[in-house]
Protein backbone atom coordinates (compact mmCIF):
# COMPACT_ATOMS: atom_id res chain seq x y z
CA UNK A 1 0.00 0.00 0.00
CA UNK A 2 3.15 2.17 1.05
CA UNK A 3 5.56 0.90 -2.04
CA UNK A 4 5.75 3.73 -3.79
CA UNK A 5 6.32 6.19 -0.75
CA UNK A 6 8.66 4.15 0.73
CA UNK A 7 10.88 3.88 -2.15
CA UNK A 8 10.70 7.61 -2.26
CA UNK A 9 12.07 8.10 1.12
CA UNK A 10 14.88 5.26 0.86
CA UNK A 11 15.84 7.38 -2.25
CA UNK A 12 16.86 9.85 0.18
CA UNK A 13 18.26 7.94 2.54
CA UNK A 14 21.45 6.62 3.20
CA UNK A 15 22.05 3.43 4.74
CA UNK A 16 25.21 3.80 5.95
CA UNK A 17 24.03 6.92 7.88
CA UNK A 18 21.10 5.25 9.68
CA UNK A 19 23.24 2.48 10.50
CA UNK A 20 26.55 4.59 11.79
CA UNK A 21 23.99 6.15 13.87
CA UNK A 22 23.97 3.10 15.89
CA UNK A 23 26.52 0.87 15.48
CA UNK A 24 29.70 2.03 14.62
CA UNK A 25 30.79 1.56 10.99
CA UNK A 26 34.37 0.97 9.68
CA UNK A 27 34.94 1.43 6.45
CA UNK A 28 36.46 -1.08 3.99
CA UNK A 29 37.08 -0.75 0.28
CA UNK A 30 33.72 -0.64 -0.69
CA UNK A 31 31.78 -0.95 2.12
CA UNK A 32 31.42 -0.78 5.92
CA UNK A 33 31.60 -3.47 8.53
CA UNK A 34 30.25 -3.66 11.96
CA UNK A 35 29.49 -5.83 14.73
CA UNK A 36 26.11 -7.23 13.79
CA UNK A 37 23.50 -6.43 16.14
CA UNK A 38 21.26 -9.35 15.53
CA UNK A 39 23.77 -12.12 17.05
CA UNK A 40 26.21 -12.40 19.85
CA UNK A 41 28.97 -10.92 17.21
CA UNK A 42 32.96 -10.11 18.35
CA UNK A 43 34.21 -9.79 14.74
CA UNK A 44 33.15 -6.93 12.52
CA UNK A 45 30.69 -9.76 10.55
CA UNK A 46 27.94 -7.34 9.33
CA UNK A 47 28.81 -5.42 5.71
CA UNK A 48 26.75 -2.97 4.74
CA UNK A 49 26.40 -1.46 0.78
CA UNK A 50 26.06 2.39 0.27
CA UNK A 51 26.05 1.59 -3.65
CA UNK A 52 23.23 -1.49 -3.28
CA UNK A 53 21.73 0.32 0.46
CA UNK A 54 21.48 -3.38 2.14
CA UNK A 55 23.24 -5.15 4.87
CA UNK A 56 24.20 -8.70 5.06
CA UNK A 57 25.88 -10.38 8.38
CA UNK A 58 28.18 -13.19 6.72
CA UNK A 59 27.54 -14.94 10.37
CA UNK A 60 23.93 -15.13 10.71
CA UNK A 61 22.90 -14.25 7.74
CA UNK A 62 20.49 -11.24 8.23
CA UNK A 63 19.76 -9.10 5.73
CA UNK A 64 17.95 -6.40 4.51
CA UNK A 65 17.25 -2.75 3.75
CA UNK A 66 17.33 0.25 5.98
CA UNK A 67 13.45 -0.37 6.70
CA UNK A 68 14.30 -3.99 8.04
CA UNK A 69 17.12 -3.19 10.05
CA UNK A 70 15.35 -0.23 11.86
CA UNK A 71 12.61 -2.42 12.25
CA UNK A 72 14.59 -5.04 13.62
CA UNK A 73 16.98 -2.84 15.39
CA UNK A 74 14.31 -0.73 17.10
CA UNK A 75 11.30 -3.31 17.55
CA UNK A 76 9.32 -1.09 15.54
CA UNK A 77 6.55 -2.10 12.53
CA UNK A 78 7.03 -1.19 8.79
CA UNK A 79 4.41 1.83 9.48
CA UNK A 80 6.78 3.38 12.54
CA UNK A 81 9.43 2.89 10.39
CA UNK A 82 8.01 4.55 7.47
CA UNK A 83 6.87 7.69 9.12
CA UNK A 84 10.52 8.00 11.60
CA UNK A 85 12.38 8.27 7.94
CA UNK A 86 9.70 10.10 6.52
CA UNK A 87 10.46 12.90 9.33
CA UNK A 88 13.74 12.67 8.71
CA UNK A 89 14.32 13.95 4.84
CA UNK A 90 10.84 15.96 5.24
CA UNK A 91 8.70 13.80 3.66
CA UNK A 92 4.99 14.20 4.26
CA UNK A 93 3.80 10.69 6.11
CA UNK A 94 0.31 12.00 7.42
CA UNK A 95 -1.65 9.48 5.45
CA UNK A 96 0.13 6.74 7.12
CA UNK A 97 -2.06 5.75 10.50
CA UNK A 98 -0.22 4.09 12.93
CA UNK A 99 -2.41 2.01 15.63
CA UNK A 100 -1.36 2.29 19.22
CA UNK A 101 0.10 -0.79 20.41
CA UNK A 102 -0.55 -2.45 23.98
CA UNK A 103 2.15 -3.50 25.78
CA UNK A 104 1.40 -6.05 28.85
CA UNK A 105 4.53 -3.49 31.07
CA UNK A 106 2.31 -0.50 29.47
CA UNK A 107 1.07 0.73 32.84
CA UNK A 108 3.90 -0.54 34.83
CA UNK A 109 5.99 2.30 32.74
CA UNK A 110 2.81 5.30 33.14
CA UNK A 111 3.71 4.30 36.99
CA UNK A 112 6.93 5.18 36.78
CA UNK A 113 6.40 7.80 34.71
CA UNK A 114 4.08 9.55 37.18
CA UNK A 115 6.48 9.19 40.12
CA UNK A 116 8.96 11.16 38.30
CA UNK A 117 6.63 13.66 38.07
CA UNK A 118 5.40 13.42 41.24
CA UNK A 119 9.45 13.45 42.71
CA UNK A 120 9.86 16.26 40.71
CA UNK A 121 7.11 18.99 41.76
CA UNK A 122 7.95 17.97 45.09
CA UNK A 123 11.83 19.35 44.44
CA UNK A 124 10.63 21.98 42.81
CA UNK A 125 8.35 23.17 45.63
CA UNK A 126 8.70 24.85 48.97
CA UNK A 127 8.95 21.48 50.40
CA UNK A 128 12.02 20.94 48.62
CA UNK A 129 13.96 23.99 49.53
CA UNK A 130 16.34 21.75 51.69
CA UNK A 131 16.95 19.05 49.19
CA UNK A 132 17.58 21.70 46.30
CA UNK A 133 20.27 23.69 48.90
CA UNK A 134 22.13 20.36 49.42
CA UNK A 135 21.71 19.49 45.62
CA UNK A 136 23.59 23.20 45.00
CA UNK A 137 26.01 22.79 47.89
CA UNK A 138 27.39 19.82 45.62
CA UNK A 139 27.40 21.85 42.43
CA UNK A 140 24.43 20.43 41.27
CA UNK A 141 22.30 23.63 39.67
CA UNK A 142 18.83 23.94 38.04
CA UNK A 143 20.25 23.24 34.58
CA UNK A 144 21.39 19.34 36.02
CA UNK A 145 18.18 19.19 38.15
CA UNK A 146 16.61 19.43 35.24
CA UNK A 147 18.26 17.45 32.64
CA UNK A 148 18.94 14.55 34.35
CA UNK A 149 15.01 14.80 36.07
CA UNK A 150 16.54 14.61 39.61
CA UNK A 151 13.83 14.85 41.86
CA UNK A 152 12.49 14.17 46.03
CA UNK A 153 10.64 11.91 47.69
CA UNK A 154 8.68 13.17 51.06
CA UNK A 155 9.12 12.33 54.52
CA UNK A 156 5.52 11.05 54.88
CA UNK A 157 5.09 7.36 54.55
CA UNK A 158 1.60 6.78 52.49
CA UNK A 159 2.11 10.03 50.26
CA UNK A 160 3.13 8.33 46.83
CA UNK A 161 1.72 5.46 47.23
CA UNK A 162 -2.45 7.21 47.73
CA UNK A 163 -1.52 9.05 44.48
CA UNK A 164 -1.03 5.78 43.14
CA UNK A 165 -4.02 4.19 44.22
CA UNK A 166 -6.31 7.00 43.08
CA UNK A 167 -4.97 6.69 39.41
CA UNK A 168 -6.14 2.37 39.92
CA UNK A 169 -2.79 0.94 40.38
CA UNK A 170 -3.27 -1.80 43.45
CA UNK A 171 -0.99 -2.48 46.31
CA UNK A 172 -0.19 -5.54 45.06
CA UNK A 173 1.25 -3.91 41.84
CA UNK A 174 3.02 -1.57 43.68
CA UNK A 175 4.93 -3.54 46.02
CA UNK A 176 5.76 -5.90 43.11
CA UNK A 177 7.28 -3.22 40.99
CA UNK A 178 9.61 -1.51 43.73
CA UNK A 179 7.27 1.58 44.55
CA UNK A 180 5.90 0.69 47.61
CA UNK A 181 7.15 -1.93 50.72
CA UNK A 182 4.68 -3.22 53.21
CA UNK A 183 1.72 -1.09 51.29
CA UNK A 184 3.43 2.10 51.89
CA UNK A 185 6.06 4.17 50.37
CA UNK A 186 9.42 2.82 49.62
CA UNK A 187 11.18 6.13 49.23
CA UNK A 188 11.30 8.61 52.39
CA UNK A 189 12.26 11.91 52.21
CA UNK A 190 15.42 11.13 49.61
CA UNK A 191 16.71 12.91 47.07
CA UNK A 192 15.64 11.15 43.51
CA UNK A 193 17.51 10.36 40.40
CA UNK A 194 15.41 8.04 37.73
CA UNK A 195 17.08 5.07 35.96
CA UNK A 196 16.12 4.63 32.26
CA UNK A 197 16.27 1.84 30.12
CA UNK A 198 17.56 1.78 26.83
CA UNK A 199 14.64 3.29 25.00
CA UNK A 200 14.94 6.20 27.89
CA UNK A 201 11.97 4.86 29.80
CA UNK A 202 12.04 5.11 33.91
CA UNK A 203 11.93 2.01 35.16
CA UNK A 204 13.61 2.84 38.33
CA UNK A 205 15.47 5.04 41.16
CA UNK A 206 17.86 5.61 43.33
CA UNK A 207 17.34 7.45 46.37
CA UNK A 208 19.82 9.36 48.06
CA UNK A 209 20.01 10.69 51.46
CA UNK A 210 20.93 13.87 52.15
CA UNK A 211 20.21 14.89 56.15
CA UNK A 212 22.05 13.04 58.78
CA UNK A 213 19.79 10.07 59.40
CA UNK A 214 21.43 6.98 59.83
CA UNK A 215 20.30 5.38 56.89
CA UNK A 216 21.78 3.77 53.88
CA UNK A 217 23.22 6.54 51.71
CA UNK A 218 21.37 4.99 48.43
CA UNK A 219 18.20 2.91 47.88
CA UNK A 220 17.83 1.37 44.63
CA UNK A 221 14.90 0.11 42.71
CA UNK A 222 14.47 -3.97 43.51
CA UNK A 223 14.83 -5.24 40.55
CA UNK A 224 11.42 -5.98 38.45
CA UNK A 225 10.06 -7.10 35.07
CA UNK A 226 10.81 -3.84 33.31
CA UNK A 227 14.15 -3.05 35.34
CA UNK A 228 17.06 -5.76 34.96
CA UNK A 229 20.13 -3.91 36.20
CA UNK A 230 22.21 -6.07 34.40
CA UNK A 231 20.71 -5.02 31.04
CA UNK A 232 21.03 -1.46 31.18
CA UNK A 233 23.50 1.19 31.34
CA UNK A 234 23.03 4.72 32.88
CA UNK A 235 22.40 7.63 30.55
CA UNK A 236 22.74 5.75 27.62
CA UNK A 237 19.54 6.93 25.99
CA UNK A 238 21.37 10.09 25.58
CA UNK A 239 25.25 9.25 24.77
CA UNK A 240 23.94 7.06 21.92
CA UNK A 241 23.95 10.30 19.76
CA UNK A 242 26.68 11.43 21.84
CA UNK A 243 29.16 8.55 20.96
CA UNK A 244 28.42 8.76 17.87
CA UNK A 245 29.23 12.20 17.29
CA UNK A 246 32.90 11.63 19.54
CA UNK A 247 33.73 8.29 18.54
CA UNK A 248 34.00 7.03 21.88
CA UNK A 249 32.29 6.06 24.76
CA UNK A 250 33.38 6.84 28.52
CA UNK A 251 32.38 3.96 30.78
CA UNK A 252 32.08 5.10 34.76
CA UNK A 253 31.27 4.24 38.25
CA UNK A 254 28.28 5.99 39.22
CA UNK A 255 25.31 8.28 38.19
CA UNK A 256 27.17 11.15 40.21
CA UNK A 257 30.19 10.90 38.09
CA UNK A 258 28.17 11.20 34.89
CA UNK A 259 26.38 14.36 35.81
CA UNK A 260 28.97 15.84 37.09
CA UNK A 261 31.01 14.99 33.53
CA UNK A 262 27.75 16.38 31.87
CA UNK A 263 28.08 19.81 33.84
CA UNK A 264 31.68 19.97 32.08
CA UNK A 265 30.13 19.34 28.58
CA UNK A 266 30.71 15.96 28.26
CA UNK A 267 27.49 13.58 27.70
CA UNK A 268 29.59 10.63 25.60
CA UNK A 269 29.33 8.74 28.93
CA UNK A 270 27.39 5.89 30.54
CA UNK A 271 27.66 4.45 34.22
CA UNK A 272 27.21 1.04 35.27
CA UNK A 273 24.87 -0.32 37.81
CA UNK A 274 27.14 -1.70 40.08
CA UNK A 275 30.84 -2.87 39.50
CA UNK A 276 30.33 -5.65 37.25
CA UNK A 277 29.50 -5.92 33.64
CA UNK A 278 27.08 -8.31 32.08
CA UNK A 279 27.17 -10.09 28.79
CA UNK A 280 24.77 -7.48 27.35
CA UNK A 281 26.09 -4.69 28.71
CA UNK A 282 28.93 -5.39 27.19
CA UNK A 283 27.17 -5.56 23.68
CA UNK A 284 25.39 -2.21 24.70
CA UNK A 285 28.58 -0.51 24.97
CA UNK A 286 29.92 -2.19 21.24
CA UNK A 287 26.76 -0.34 19.91
CA UNK A 288 28.05 2.86 20.83
CA UNK A 289 31.91 2.76 19.70
CA UNK A 290 34.85 0.91 18.98
CA UNK A 291 36.49 3.24 21.07
CA UNK A 292 35.66 2.08 25.01
CA UNK A 293 37.26 4.14 27.90
CA UNK A 294 37.21 3.23 31.20
CA UNK A 295 37.10 5.93 33.97
CA UNK A 296 36.30 4.23 37.30
CA UNK A 297 37.56 5.15 41.10
CA UNK A 298 40.95 5.54 41.59
CA UNK A 299 40.28 3.74 45.09
CA UNK A 300 41.79 0.04 45.50
CA UNK A 301 37.41 -1.43 44.74
CA UNK A 302 37.69 1.06 41.34
CA UNK A 303 41.31 -0.12 39.82
CA UNK A 304 40.02 -3.98 40.94
CA UNK A 305 37.06 -3.47 38.90
CA UNK A 306 38.88 -1.43 35.95
CA UNK A 307 41.29 -4.55 35.78
CA UNK A 308 38.18 -7.06 35.83
CA UNK A 309 35.75 -5.04 33.05
CA UNK A 310 38.88 -4.41 31.38
CA UNK A 311 39.57 -8.36 30.88
CA UNK A 312 36.22 -9.06 30.07
CA UNK A 313 35.96 -6.41 27.04
CA UNK A 314 39.36 -8.13 26.30
CA UNK A 315 38.24 -11.52 25.88
CA UNK A 316 35.06 -10.40 24.03
CA UNK A 317 37.12 -8.48 21.15
CA UNK A 318 37.51 -5.06 22.66
CA UNK A 319 39.82 -3.03 22.78
CA UNK A 320 39.68 -0.41 25.66
CA UNK A 321 41.80 2.43 26.96
CA UNK A 322 41.74 3.21 31.06
CA UNK A 323 41.61 6.78 33.01
CA UNK A 324 43.66 6.37 35.74
CA UNK A 325 42.61 9.02 38.26
CA UNK A 326 44.33 9.34 41.67
CA UNK A 327 43.39 7.36 44.86
CA UNK A 328 40.87 8.21 46.69
CA UNK A 329 39.14 10.27 43.58
CA UNK A 330 36.36 9.42 40.93
CA UNK A 331 35.09 11.53 38.27
CA UNK A 332 33.19 13.71 40.02
CA UNK A 333 35.38 14.29 42.97
CA UNK A 334 38.17 14.70 40.57
CA UNK A 335 36.29 17.41 38.49
CA UNK A 336 34.72 19.43 41.37
CA UNK A 337 38.93 19.67 42.41
CA UNK A 338 40.53 20.12 39.11
CA UNK A 339 37.67 21.22 36.49
CA UNK A 340 37.14 20.45 32.93
CA UNK A 341 40.49 21.00 31.54
CA UNK A 342 42.72 18.71 33.95
CA UNK A 343 39.73 16.07 33.66
CA UNK A 344 40.05 15.94 29.23
CA UNK A 345 44.00 15.83 29.68
CA UNK A 346 43.44 12.97 31.77
CA UNK A 347 40.68 11.41 28.81
CA UNK A 348 43.31 12.22 25.95
CA UNK A 349 46.27 10.64 27.71
CA UNK A 350 44.05 7.47 28.54
CA UNK A 351 46.65 4.30 28.72
CA UNK A 352 45.89 1.13 26.45
CA UNK A 353 44.14 -1.79 28.78
CA UNK A 354 47.21 -3.74 28.13
CA UNK A 355 49.50 -1.16 29.43
CA UNK A 356 47.48 -0.51 32.10
CA UNK A 357 47.66 -3.86 33.56
CA UNK A 358 51.36 -3.99 33.24
CA UNK A 359 51.43 -1.28 34.93
CA UNK A 360 49.74 -3.10 38.22
CA UNK A 361 51.32 -5.94 37.82
CA UNK A 362 54.83 -4.15 39.24
CA UNK A 363 52.80 -2.88 42.45
CA UNK A 364 53.94 -4.93 45.54
CA UNK A 365 56.92 -6.01 43.52
CA UNK A 366 60.31 -6.26 45.41
CA UNK A 367 62.92 -6.09 42.41
CA UNK A 368 65.75 -7.17 44.62
CA UNK A 369 64.23 -10.53 44.87
CA UNK A 370 65.21 -12.63 41.86
CA UNK A 371 62.91 -14.75 41.94
CA UNK A 372 59.58 -11.97 42.19
CA UNK A 373 61.65 -10.10 39.54
CA UNK A 374 61.69 -13.32 37.75
CA UNK A 375 57.56 -13.58 37.94
CA UNK A 376 57.05 -10.00 37.14
CA UNK A 377 58.66 -10.44 33.53
CA UNK A 378 57.32 -13.63 33.20
CA UNK A 379 53.59 -12.15 34.05
CA UNK A 380 54.05 -8.98 31.48
CA UNK A 381 55.54 -11.91 28.71
CA UNK A 382 51.99 -13.58 29.79
CA UNK A 383 50.43 -9.95 28.97
CA UNK A 384 52.11 -9.26 25.49
CA UNK A 385 51.69 -12.26 24.31
CA UNK A 386 47.82 -11.51 24.29
CA UNK A 387 48.67 -8.43 21.87
CA UNK A 388 48.19 -8.45 18.40
CA UNK A 389 50.24 -5.71 17.51
CA UNK A 390 54.16 -7.13 16.80
CA UNK A 391 55.22 -3.90 16.81
CA UNK A 392 53.95 -3.67 20.36
CA UNK A 393 55.25 -6.94 21.46
CA UNK A 394 58.73 -5.75 20.23
CA UNK A 395 58.51 -2.76 22.21
CA UNK A 396 57.47 -4.72 25.19
CA UNK A 397 60.45 -6.92 24.77
CA UNK A 398 63.26 -4.07 24.25
CA UNK A 399 61.92 -2.15 26.84
CA UNK A 400 61.91 -5.37 29.58
CA UNK A 401 65.68 -6.36 28.41
CA UNK A 402 67.19 -2.96 28.72
CA UNK A 403 65.47 -2.39 32.48
CA UNK A 404 66.34 -5.77 34.12
CA UNK A 405 69.72 -6.33 31.37
CA UNK A 406 68.19 -9.32 29.83
CA UNK A 407 69.23 -10.90 26.31
CA UNK A 408 66.43 -9.92 24.20
CA UNK A 409 66.19 -13.21 22.39
CA UNK A 410 65.79 -14.93 25.51
CA UNK A 411 62.43 -12.98 26.03
CA UNK A 412 62.02 -13.40 21.95
CA UNK A 413 62.17 -17.11 22.51
CA UNK A 414 59.71 -17.80 25.83
CA UNK A 415 57.24 -15.00 24.43
CA UNK A 416 57.20 -17.07 20.51
CA UNK A 417 56.12 -20.24 22.87
CA UNK A 418 53.39 -18.03 25.00
CA UNK A 419 52.12 -16.76 21.55
CA UNK A 420 51.90 -20.43 20.06
CA UNK A 421 50.32 -21.68 23.17
CA UNK A 422 47.54 -18.72 22.59
CA UNK A 423 46.86 -19.42 19.59
CA UNK A 424 46.41 -23.01 20.32
CA UNK A 425 43.92 -22.09 23.09
CA UNK A 426 42.20 -19.95 20.23
CA UNK A 427 41.63 -22.65 17.92
CA UNK A 428 40.07 -24.82 20.59
CA UNK A 429 37.76 -22.04 21.74
CA UNK A 430 36.49 -19.92 18.57
CA UNK A 431 33.21 -22.17 17.10
CA UNK A 432 33.77 -23.09 13.36
CA UNK A 433 31.66 -21.19 11.33
CA UNK A 434 28.96 -23.59 9.62
CA UNK A 435 28.52 -23.40 5.96
CA UNK A 436 25.39 -24.62 3.86
CA UNK A 437 26.75 -27.35 2.08
CA UNK A 438 24.48 -26.52 -1.49
CA UNK A 439 24.75 -29.00 -4.47
CA UNK A 440 24.91 -27.70 -8.52
CA UNK A 441 21.33 -27.35 -8.87
CA UNK A 442 20.94 -25.32 -5.75
CA UNK A 443 23.21 -22.98 -6.46
CA UNK A 444 22.03 -22.54 -10.05
CA UNK A 445 18.91 -21.44 -8.93
CA UNK A 446 20.11 -19.30 -6.42
CA UNK A 447 22.64 -17.86 -8.96
CA UNK A 448 19.80 -17.22 -11.24
CA UNK A 449 17.62 -15.15 -9.02
CA UNK A 450 20.71 -12.93 -7.47
CA UNK A 451 21.51 -12.27 -11.12
CA UNK A 452 17.83 -10.88 -11.83
CA UNK A 453 18.04 -8.85 -8.89
CA UNK A 454 21.23 -7.52 -9.77
CA UNK A 455 20.34 -7.09 -13.94
CA UNK A 456 17.74 -5.99 -15.17
CA UNK A 457 18.09 -8.05 -19.33
CA UNK A 458 18.30 -11.27 -17.12
CA UNK A 459 14.50 -10.78 -16.18
CA UNK A 460 13.43 -10.49 -19.92
CA UNK A 461 15.76 -13.67 -20.47
CA UNK A 462 14.43 -16.05 -17.81
CA UNK A 463 10.87 -14.46 -18.52
CA UNK A 464 11.59 -15.90 -22.19
CA UNK A 465 13.07 -18.62 -21.47
CA UNK A 466 9.72 -19.84 -19.00
CA UNK A 467 12.03 -21.42 -16.63
CA UNK A 468 10.78 -23.67 -14.06
CA UNK A 469 11.66 -23.37 -10.56
CA UNK A 470 11.37 -26.63 -8.75
CA UNK A 471 10.27 -25.06 -5.37
CA UNK A 472 6.94 -23.08 -4.82
CA UNK A 473 9.19 -20.20 -2.71
CA UNK A 474 11.33 -19.75 -5.87
CA UNK A 475 8.66 -19.93 -8.26
CA UNK A 476 7.07 -16.96 -6.49
CA UNK A 477 10.11 -14.53 -5.85
CA UNK A 478 10.88 -15.56 -9.58
CA UNK A 479 7.00 -14.00 -10.82
CA UNK A 480 7.44 -11.31 -8.16
CA UNK A 481 10.68 -10.23 -9.51
CA UNK A 482 9.05 -10.08 -13.01
CA UNK A 483 5.64 -8.05 -11.84
CA UNK A 484 7.92 -5.71 -10.44
CA UNK A 485 10.06 -5.13 -13.52
CA UNK A 486 7.57 -4.47 -15.52
CA UNK A 487 5.61 -2.00 -12.98
CA UNK A 488 8.57 -0.08 -12.36
CA UNK A 489 10.56 -0.63 -15.22
CA UNK A 490 13.73 -1.92 -13.32
CA UNK A 491 15.14 -3.23 -10.30
CA UNK A 492 16.73 -2.52 -7.24
CA UNK A 493 17.37 -4.93 -4.39
CA UNK A 494 17.09 -2.38 -1.68
CA UNK A 495 13.22 -1.08 -2.95
CA UNK A 496 12.28 -4.69 -3.94
CA UNK A 497 13.43 -5.83 -0.15
CA UNK A 498 10.11 -3.44 0.70
CA UNK A 499 7.98 -4.57 -1.82
CA UNK A 500 8.19 -7.96 -0.19
CA UNK A 501 8.18 -7.06 3.06
CA UNK A 502 5.75 -8.55 4.82
CA UNK A 503 5.89 -11.69 2.72
CA UNK A 504 7.63 -13.75 5.20
CA UNK A 505 8.66 -16.58 2.68
CA UNK A 506 9.91 -14.46 0.27
CA UNK A 507 12.17 -12.60 2.77
CA UNK A 508 13.52 -15.65 4.45
CA UNK A 509 14.85 -17.10 0.39
CA UNK A 510 15.90 -13.72 -0.12
CA UNK A 511 18.05 -13.19 2.75
CA UNK A 512 19.57 -16.84 2.13
CA UNK A 513 20.37 -15.83 -1.68
CA UNK A 514 21.83 -12.13 -0.99
CA UNK A 515 23.84 -13.80 1.79
CA UNK A 516 25.10 -16.60 -0.53
CA UNK A 517 28.32 -14.36 -2.08
CA UNK A 518 26.83 -15.03 -5.54
CA UNK A 519 28.43 -12.97 -8.92
CA UNK A 520 26.24 -9.99 -9.55
CA UNK A 521 27.21 -9.95 -13.17
CA UNK A 522 27.27 -12.36 -16.02
CA UNK A 523 27.10 -12.92 -19.84
CA UNK A 524 24.61 -14.84 -21.98
CA UNK A 525 26.82 -17.93 -21.99
CA UNK A 526 27.00 -18.22 -18.91
CA UNK A 527 23.36 -17.56 -18.14
CA UNK A 528 22.21 -20.52 -19.98
CA UNK A 529 24.82 -22.74 -18.56
CA UNK A 530 22.61 -21.65 -15.39
CA UNK A 531 19.18 -22.85 -17.63
CA UNK A 532 20.72 -26.25 -18.37
CA UNK A 533 21.42 -27.22 -15.06
CA UNK A 534 17.95 -25.95 -14.19
CA UNK A 535 16.46 -27.81 -17.09
CA UNK A 536 18.17 -30.81 -16.14
CA UNK A 537 17.01 -30.77 -12.59
CA UNK A 538 13.55 -30.79 -13.88
CA UNK A 539 14.03 -33.38 -16.15
CA UNK A 540 15.74 -35.68 -13.24
CA UNK A 541 12.93 -34.95 -11.16
CA UNK A 542 10.52 -35.68 -14.08
CA UNK A 543 12.46 -39.05 -14.73
CA UNK A 544 11.98 -40.39 -11.09
CA UNK A 545 8.04 -39.24 -10.79
CA UNK A 546 7.59 -41.52 -13.89
CA UNK A 547 9.72 -44.14 -12.44
CA UNK A 548 7.87 -44.16 -9.05
CA UNK A 549 4.52 -44.38 -11.17
CA UNK A 550 6.21 -47.18 -13.14
CA UNK A 551 6.75 -49.55 -10.34
CA UNK A 552 3.02 -48.64 -8.77
CA UNK A 553 1.44 -49.49 -12.58
CA UNK A 554 0.25 -52.84 -12.65
CA UNK A 555 -1.11 -53.07 -15.91
CA UNK A 556 1.82 -54.44 -18.31
CA UNK A 557 0.86 -51.99 -21.20
CA UNK A 558 0.69 -48.65 -19.39
CA UNK A 559 3.92 -49.86 -18.29
CA UNK A 560 4.96 -49.77 -21.53
CA UNK A 561 3.69 -46.43 -22.09
CA UNK A 562 5.48 -44.89 -19.24
CA UNK A 563 8.55 -46.60 -19.91
CA UNK A 564 8.46 -45.13 -23.40
CA UNK A 565 8.38 -41.83 -21.64
CA UNK A 566 11.15 -42.07 -19.63
CA UNK A 567 13.09 -42.85 -22.86
CA UNK A 568 12.25 -40.34 -24.95
CA UNK A 569 13.10 -37.89 -21.80
CA UNK A 570 16.92 -39.66 -21.51
CA UNK A 571 16.99 -39.17 -25.01
CA UNK A 572 16.06 -35.38 -25.02
CA UNK A 573 12.85 -36.38 -27.33
CA UNK A 574 10.07 -33.99 -25.88
Known amino acids: MYNDLANTIRSKIDIVDII ?20 DDSNPSMSVSREKQIYTCFSCHATGNVFTFLMNYEHIDFKETLKYLGEKVGI ?23 SLKYFQNNLNSNIGKVAKKYLLERKIDDKLIKEFEIGLSLDKRDDLTKLLTSKEYDLVTLNRIGLATDNYDIYNDRIMFPLYDVSGRVVGFSGRIYKDSGKNKYLNTKETEIFKKGEILYHYHIAREECRIHKSVIVMEGFMDVIRASSIEIRNTVALMGTALTKEQVNLLKRLSNNIILCLDGDDPGQHATLNIGNMLFDMGVEVKVVVLPNPDDPDS ?7 DRFVGLLDSAINFSDYKMQRLRENVDFRSD ?3 ANYINKVLEE ?21 DIGYNTLEMRINSLV ?6 EEVFIPKRTVEKKDKYSKAFEQIIYLMLNNDWVITQVERERLIFPSEVMRTI ?15 VADFYTYVQDKENILIFLNKVLAGNYN ?27 TGLMKKEIDPLEQAKIAEKIRRLRLGDN
Open 384 to 404: TAKLNDIIRREVVLKRLAKEF
Open 20 to 39: GERIPLTARGKNFFCVCPFH
Open 334 to 340: FILKNGR
Open 92 to 114: DTGNVHIAKKSNKYDKLYEAYKL
Open 520 to 546: ETTNKEELFLYFKVVREYCLTQEIKRL
Open 478 to 492: NSEIIYYYKKYGNIN
Open 420 to 425: KDEDKQ
Open 371 to 373: EEK
